[in-house]
């Protein structure tokens, strides 16, 4: 088994791009099983209220129609039909009371999808209305209490010490206490603050959430489009009270996930129908039902600095609210897994951190490409420029004297290895210029540059297994439960398994997860993958090798030479028969925090880095601004594929862009008011016309595969803040709202004309 290139670093193209561009390619939407019924929702039109009375009767007898189900109807099968990642708090269908606007409450199962929407229509729901409330800072002090009590489901232990609590809309505080802040800002002769928010927005995968489940003798086989198939095995056998191998979970091809389809999504709901009716049920959400689904966190964040006469940040507080929504999803982890990172990337000796995952009465929220990230950089990067300004600091240059660097410690205690922030910022800084003069323009079209810079802690402690089968003919197979988006996570792992085989990648077939055949991964979020399943994959490989190499040498082949497997296997079972299956976990090193101060000695396994520079005109007639250059510079380790990397980056960034300029959920009183891609707009090709140019600073990460680590969340750090910094260097106002309208800029320019 030799080869005679490395199949590590290669930029071969994807292994599936051939059945994508020729239609062939498998995706959910298109799967359908013989006497399937669809379904289609009855949605709540009321924000908080409970449930007087559900009419069913006119859906029943509309012609077409098989069945009509609501919430009381899954308590007769299901006796607790409660799930969630965090809380056990969402039911399959509304019970006892509703919490949001389009909160699912029943269900129509039809033989096709247009008599089930219509005959929902004909649905009638009465509900006694209970206060709301929407915002996330009145919900902490709101006497709308959005649910009773809370219930943590056991996933994470961390959170089972709020169990039981009432009469709060506070679904988790978390506390982070490093060096004394408060004795630091006390004395301190220069102290700023600055408050900052961020807006709900949806993923808007271009295939929406779609779920088959098809019920068999005391099993359930569930076709969903999940980023955690093996999670939602899990879930579903909790939920049901049923042994695990009496659920199967299976995946396709996903068209986008973004962290929208992760943990339970529709799986609970087709599984009820299909035990209810005794037949599959299939659900495929329109773009608009997404929004009600699940969302990016909506957050206001204040953070204050206290800096020495040398521009050193001496100290700095943090409160962070998130706006959960009704329902608390992976909200808390959001919360804590990236609240503790809200001081950023910064040595600073006394830092404080409050981070508040909040009840309202508005869609759930969750994870969104970042977990959370983007929303805090977006701030601590604004805040990071409005320092420099008020002490007349280069706002490169501050960051310099500030930056978090290799062997410092992070405000967790944890020390920092193998993330290159200084190499980052320094070959932006190089890339752009900065110290070079700038042509601000003049007359109406004003110019300015921004830079900003941010960091993640890859989410711990978190399992991943791979089974690595080599055949008789050299060929092998790669199963794992890590589900390929679009990120081209199959194409990285099959190249990760041939490097340590030693064949081409093309020799590799990559099993798509299925939770009968896949083994059990937590699931394909916060960029872990390349690092946690890439090990994984590494290990197996490496014990597949030495499965063979063990018997060759029992064969009486001379070990010190190379022999092909069809070698091996004929020797050993005298014809080409048999097979080698290699096993590998891989689970690292983690230390929680400590529950007080929020402390932890290990408290990730790889930290990811990305900055971003930009350079805008600004139309002070208009208040239109427009990116005239791009450049984003990350810190990935080595590259697994560096063509999939570039891509990565490139998606991240105009994803981010969108979050900037445009994407926002509207509301009134809890009724979304733009759930279509005809108000709601995500960016077109002509909204990213100017020129991007991606770097990957070359650095290995010594626990890594290979000294790879994640990298498709990095590219979303900086660009919302360095647009903002851009814009104040270019007119000399300050956004502190996403997203940055021309509306806003045009008024901002106004008023400061004004001053």
């Given at each position: 088994m030799t080869i005679k290139s490395p199949e590590f670093g290669r930029s071969?193209?994807?292994?599936?791009?051939?059945?994508?561009?020729?239609?062939?390619?498998?995706?959910?939407?298109?799967?359908?099983?013989p006497g399937m019924l669809y379904g289609k929702i009855f949605r709540s039109t009321m924000a908080h209220g409970k449930i007087l009375h559900i009419n069913c009767e006119a859906a029943k007898s509309y012609p077409g129609v098989v069945h009509v189900f609501t919430g009381e109807d899954i308590k007769k099968i299901i006796p607790s039909p409660y799930y969630g990642p965090a809380f056990l708090d969402q039911p399959i269908l509304a019970l006892d009371k509703v919490h949001f606007i389009g909160e699912p409450v029943a269900v129509v199962l039809a033989h096709d999808p247009h008599t089930a929407e219509a005959a929902c229509q004909l649905i009638e729901a009465d509900y006694g209305e209970l206060g709301a409330v929407f915002d996330e800072i009145e919900a902490i002090s709101s006497a709308a209490i959005v649910h009773d009590e809370l219930k943590p489901s056991g996933t994470f232990p961390d959170l089972k010490h709020l169990f039981g609590r009432k009469n709060t809309n506070i679904a988790l505080d978390f506390h982070l206490k490093y060096g004394k802040s408060d004795d630091v800002f006390a004395k301190a002769a220069q102290v700023f603050e600055h408050e900052f928010s961020t807006q709900q927005a949806m993923h808007t995968p271009l295939e929406p959430m779609v779920s088959i489940a098809v019920p068999g003798d005391q099993s359930i086989t569930i076709h969903s489009a999940t980023q955690m198939p093996s999670f939602v095995r899990?879930?579903?056998?909790?939920?049901?009270?049923?042994?695990?191998?009496?659920?199967r979970v299976k995946s396709a091809h996903l068209g986008g996930g973004y962290g929208a389809k992760v943990y339970i999504k529709l799986e609970a709901l087709v599984t009820a129908l299909a035990l209810l009716s005794k037949v599959p049920v299939k659900i495929a959400l329109t773009m608009e039902e997404q929004f009600y689904t699940i969302s990016k966190h909506a957050t206001t964040f204040k953070i204050k600095s206290a800096l020495d006469a040398s521009g050193r940040i001496m100290a700095r507080d943090c409160k962070v609210y998130w706006n959960g929504g009704a329902y608390a999803d992976i909200g808390p982890r959001v919360a804590q897994k990236s609240g503790f990172t809200a001081a950023g990337p910064y040595n600073i000796d006394h830092v404080s951190i409050d981070s508040f995952e909040i009840y309202t009465n508005r869609p759930?929220?969750?994870?969104?490409?970042?977990?959370?990230?983007?929303?805090?950089?977006?701030?601590?990067?604004?805040?990071?420029d409005m320092l420099a300004h008020e002490i007349n600091m280069d706002p490169l240059e501050f960051r310099r004297i500030n930056l978090l660097r290799n062997g410092d410690k992070q405000a967790t205690g944890t020390v920092i290895s193998h993330m290159e922030s200084d190499l980052v910022l320094e070959t932006l800084a190089k890339k752009m210029n900065w110290s070079q003069s700038f042509d601000h323009g003049s007359e109406s079209i004003r110019r300015g540059r921004g830079i900003a810079i941010g960091f993640k802690a890859s989410v711990s402690p978190t399992t991943s297994n791979a089974v690595v089968t080599i055949h008789g003919d050299g060929s092998c197979l790669l199963a794992m439960s890590t589900v390929d988006m679009g990120q081209g996570s199959d194409t990285a792992m099959a190249q990760i398994a041939a490097q340590t085989l030693g064949i081409p990648t093309e020799k590799i077939k990559v099993i798509r997860p299925d939770t009968d055949i896949t083994p059990y991964d937590m699931g394909t979020l916060g960029s872990r993958s390349t690092y946690h399943m890439g090990n994984a994959v590494k290990l197996a490989a490496q014990d597949a090798l030495d499965r063979l190499h063990a018997m060759a040498k029992k064969a009486g082949l001379d070990?010190?030479?190379?022999?092909?497997?069809?070698?091996?296997?004929?020797?050993?079972?005298?014809?080409q028969a048999g097979t080698v299956v290699g096993f590998g976990s891989f689970k690292p090193a983690y230390a929680p925090p400590d529950p007080t101060t929020g402390e932890s000695t290990n408290v990730t396994p790889f930290w990811m880095v990305g900055a971003t520079g930009v350079e805008v005109e600004v139309d002070t007639e208009t208040g239109h601004v427009k990116i005239i250059n791009m450049i984003n510079v990350v810190d990935a380790g080595e590259l697994v594929n560096p063509k999939i990397a570039s891509t990565q980056i490139s998606g991240a960034a105009i994803m981010q862009c969108g979050f900037t300029f445009s994407e926002e959920m509207l509301f009134d009183?809890?009724?979304?008011?733009?759930?279509?891609?005809?108000?709601?707009?995500?960016?077109?090709?002509?909204?990213?016309?100017?020129?991007?140019?991606?770097?990957?600073?070359?650095?290995?990460?010594?626990?890594?595969p290979y000294g790879a680590k994640g990298i498709g969340e990095s590219g979303t750090f900086g660009v919302s803040p360095a647009v903002a910094n851009a814009i104040f260097d270019a007119v000399g106002v300050r956004i502190t709202s996403l997203p940055i309208t021309p509306e806003k800029v045009f008024q901002a320019i106004q008023e400061n004309h004004k001053g």
């Open positions: 071969i193209p994807r292994i599936e791009a051939k059945q994508k561009v020729s239609g062939v390619a498998e995706y959910m939407h298109h799967f359908t099983v899990l879930e579903i056998a909790r939920i049901l009270g049923w042994q695990e191998n009496q659920v759930p929220a969750g994870a969104l490409r970042g977990f959370g990230i983007p929303q805090l950089v977006w701030a601590y990067e604004s805040h990071t070990t010190n030479s190379t022999h092909p497997p069809h070698v091996i296997l004929q020797k050993t079972y005298g014809m009183e809890g009724q979304l008011t733009n759930g279509s891609f005809a108000d709601y707009k995500i960016p077109g090709i002509h909204d990213v016309s100017f020129p991007m140019e991606n770097i990957c600073v070359k650095a290995t990460h010594d626990g890594g």
